[in-house]
């Protein structure tokens, strides 16, 4: 393993001043274990310097990653190295294309997971946030590119993550839903990282807008643990009970149940879903009551023409082998 002692760290800070090599050069401190010859607060250090330079936290990412590989309490860190940790991932603009930036997603997960797992910082982790959600809204980078990294952000700071992505006023609508309804597919969504307390807990602060952000942008059912079956998520419930335009609710609870891509039967995966409309069939408003009993029936329906749909498929493809 190569060592770098202070006369080295010396020569890699002026060769930084200078321009001597290509910032790129300097992710070969990341490799070999090169980095852990340098003590927490110099690798500091030098980090920031690297974020100096255009593009430089493609560099300062991958030196971070390894760093934080398989030391993943934050307690075995130095705060500075922290806090540049956190400037690393506030740099990211994902600006020149998205040549490269599909790959950063592995990296940007594992530093967030140890830099922001610490109470506090809000300003560095809204920054964070902000600059990330301005880079998907712009095109510069997919979201669905960066799944672990966006999972990882909205499981660390749930609050600051739903501010950025659903509390921004100054977006429209349809950009903001279509961080989630086109860039992920449903079990993929960040949101399903945020409990439904605290979802029900930040929409409560101002159940006008917020309960139609979360309906437009929320995967609303999961899998039972105890009986397998498919439920209403909790916050569900809120929504029906809290929203300020029922209607709206119920037609994206409807919109939810279709997935927007599947492998093998869809009549089998749907006929999962009927028992979320048989959930509701008894609830209290009689106007879900109706709409869950229209769901029902219109989904068998939709079950059996999609059942022989897929059986005369089946059979075609069996006689074309003959």
Same mark, same amino acid.
């Given at each position: 393993? =190569? ?15 200078? $321009? ?34 255009? $593009?430089? +936290? ?21 705060? !500075?190295?922290? =806090? ?60 669905? =590119? ?16 739903? &501010? ?5 006023? &100054?977006?429209?609508?349809?950009? %903001? ?14 949101? $399903? ?11 409560? &602060?101002?159940?006008?807008?917020? +309960? ?20 209403? %998520? ?12 029922? !209607?709206?609710?119920?037609? $994206?609870?409807?919109?939810?149940? %279709? ?21 509701? !069939? ?9 709409? =869950? !009993? ?20 089946? %059979? ?7």
């Amino acid at each position: 393993t =190569s060592q770098i002692d202070q006369k080295a760290l010396k020569r890699l800070h002026d060769s930084l001043k200078r $321009n001597k090599v290509d910032v790129g050069e300097y992710s070969h401190i990341a490799w070999g274990r090169v980095h852990e010859s340098i003590e927490d607060d110099d690798l500091a250090g030098l980090l920031e310097e690297i974020l100096q330079k255009e $593009n430089g +936290y493609f560099q300062a990412a991958e030196i971070l990653k390894m760093r934080f590989h398989q030391k993943k309490d934050p307690s075995l860190h130095s705060s !500075k190295l922290l =806090s540049v940790a956190r400037a690393t991932l506030a740099a990211c603009d994902f600006s020149g294309g998205r040549r490269g930036h599909d790959l950063m997603d592995y990296d940007l997960g594992e530093i967030a997971t140890v830099c922001l797992s610490e109470k506090g910082h809000a300003k560095e982790v809204k920054e964070i946030c902000d600059n990330l959600y301005e880079a998907i809204v712009a095109n510069r980078v997919y979201g669905s =590119s960066l799944k672990k990294y966006m999972a990882t952000l909205s499981e660390k700071q749930p609050l600051i993550f739903l &501010e950025s992505f659903l509390g921004n006023k &100054e977006v429209s609508d349809f950009k %903001r839903s279509r961080i989630f309804s086109s860039n992920f597919e449903r079990g993929e969504n960040p949101l $399903n990282r945020i409990s439904d307390q605290t979802l029900i807990d930040w929409c409560d &602060e101002d159940p006008e807008s917020r +309960y139609p952000l979360i309906a437009d942008a929320l995967q609303p059912f999961e899998k039972c643990s105890e009986t397998g079956n498919m439920v209403w %998520r909790k916050v569900v419930y809120s929504l029906l009970e809290k929203a300020p335009d029922l !209607k709206s609710i119920l037609d $994206n609870l409807t919109g939810s149940i %279709r997935p927007g891509g599947w492998s093998g039967s869809l009549a089998d995966i749907l006929q999962t879903r009927l028992t979320l409309f048989e959930e509701l !069939k008894d609830h209290p408003n009689e106007e879900v009551r109706s709409w =869950s !009993k229209g769901q029902l029936s219109s989904l068998r329906r939709e079950i059996e023409d999609i059942r022989e749909w897929e059986d005369k498929r089946n %059979r075609d493809i069996n006689e074309s082998f003959e």
